[in-house]
């Protein structure tokens, strides 16, 4: 059992930044593939950006690639989403997720754990 709580989430102008967080509970944290999907009104959910259990490969959805960058603290449970120059098509409910058995590490068939999301709303 997984428990991850999102927060960071808020309202800013386009151009401007937000770093999303996501604490997970547990012992093993350092051993689940961590991801963002965010789901925006009337879409489906998609891939944002996914950091792996091992080396820590970075993977990322080609419109945040440059703009956004997910990164791990192991010691702090914590996984995060640096989001820079952001969009109005940015705006979307932002899901964590996680899972340790990934093949496809961008499908959010994938993962059994998720947060409650948390909102961005980008102004234009």
């Known amino acids: 059992q997984v428990t991850l709580v999102e927060s960071g989430g808020g309202l800013v102008q386009a151009g401007g930044s937000l770093r999303l967080s996501c604490a997970a509970s547990?012992?093993?944290?350092?051993?689940?593939?961590m991801a963002w999907f965010r789901q925006a009104p009337g879409k489906e959910r998609e891939f944002v950006a996914a950091?792996?259990?091992?080396?820590?490969?970075?993977y990322y959805a080609g419109s945040v690639k440059g703009r956004f960058t997910i990164s791990r603290d192991n010691a702090k449970n914590t996984v995060y989403l640096q989001m820079n120059s952001l969009k109005p098509e940015d705006t979307a409910v932002y899901f964590c997720?996680?899972?340790?058995?990934?093949?496809?590490?961008?499908?959010?068939?994938?993962?059994?754990?998720w947060g409650q999301g948390t909102q961005v709303t980008v102004s234009s």
């Open positions: 950091i792996n259990s091992g080396a820590g490969t970075t």
């Open positions: 997720a996680a899972d340790r058995a990934i093949v496809r590490i961008t499908a959010s068939y994938e993962y059994d754990w």
């Open positions: 547990g012992r093993t944290f350092s051993s689940y593939a």
